[in-house]
């Protein structure tokens, strides 16, 4: 799964300082460049970090017959949706003022959203699918961003790293809906170094490195006690002070961008729609219909 960044280290330098991703105590998650690629390792070539604490996994479910079909209440909120209605006019998007690449468009952006009332500015909602189509999608942390593309942590043995797996073909949508914008981006995600990855876990709070030990994300667990008593394992393994190392199952993917598409709305729903897809080495502009 892991690529060379070839062409991407040949791509013009992008000024995204302004775009530093703050870490969650307050460190700068603008990323330093990758080391070598890490090949898959093997579960017994695993440094030998201690075990994972077990976490119960849930007894099998009974299986449950089906219900009568749903109804929701007269008056419930759903039945006003058909007629929320938001007029959009903060602002508007030339091919005349855009970058000339996305990723210092995008940075700029971020910086507007950092600067503004957007509300969890760097979350973005990542899809995946499987080999065979089967989609999902969730939210992670934009937590760097350089000429490369956009850098997400998380659990290597996650639903979301068995798909990148299997499928490094990755989208994720920004959705900044208090600044009356989007920015899609579809592309390939590859596991970020081994280096950038520790660089950034330990610049992490350290109930959030705790954290990482003690989940097995994406398992059935048996129930939330379980996850507490795992927490409390690898809280008690560690001193306050002493270092906590960076799990093998836990690191970065980068998503390098192979299309990127920047939406403002606009009044009478005629949006703008400025997309940028990859050529060659350069970015091919294109205003697309709302
Ligand atoms: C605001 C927000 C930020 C999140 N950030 C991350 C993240 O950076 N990394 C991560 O692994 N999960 C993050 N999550 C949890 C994921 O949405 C998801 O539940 C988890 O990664 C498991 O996904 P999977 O089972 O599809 O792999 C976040 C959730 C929310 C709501």
Do not use: C
């Amino acid at each position: 799964m892991e690529q060379a960044h070839g062409d991407a280290a040949d791509l013009p330098p992008v000024d995204t300082s302004a775009a530093a991703i703050p870490a969650a105590d307050g460190a700068a998650g603008v990323v330093s460049p990758d080391g070598p690629p890490i090949p898959g390792r093997r579960p017994e070539e695993r440094p030998p970090f201690p075990p994972v604490p077990e976490v119960p996994s849930a007894a099998p479910v009974p299986t449950v017959p089906v219900g009568p079909p749903v109804s929701l209440p007269p008056g419930a909120p759903a039945a006003g949706l058909a007629a929320l209605r938001r007029r959009y006019a903060r602002g508007e998007l030339d091919e005349a003022d855009v970058a000339p690449d996305p990723l210092t468009q995008f940075a700029a952006w971020l910086d507007d959203a950092l600067a503004g009332e957007v509300p969890e500015p760097n979350a973005m909602v990542l899809a995946t699918a499987t080999p065979d189509g089967v989609p999902s999608a969730r939210t992670v942390l934009l937590k760097g961003l350089d000429e490369r593309g956009f850098v997400f942590y998380t659990n290597y043995e996650s639903a979301k790293a068995a798909d990148l797996g299997a499928n490094p073909r990755a989208a994720l949508v920004f959705p900044w809906h208090a600044m009356e914008r989007q920015v899609r981006v579809t592309g390939t995600a590859e596991r970020v170094s081994r280096e950038e990855s520790a660089a950034y876990f330990a610049s992490r709070p350290r109930d959030s490195r705790l954290g990482a030990w003690a989940s097995p994300q994406s398992q059935v667990v048996a129930d939330r006690a379980a996850l507490d008593r795992a927490y409390a394992e690898v809280e008690a393994r560690w001193g306050e002070d002493e270092e906590i190392p960076l799990p093998d199952f836990w690191g970065g993917y980068r998503v390098r961008p192979e299309t990127v598409e920047f939406w403002q709305g606009r009044h009478g729903r005629l949006h703008d729609r400025i997309g940028y897809r990859r050529e060659g080495e350069g970015w091919v502009l294109e205003r697309l219909a709302p």
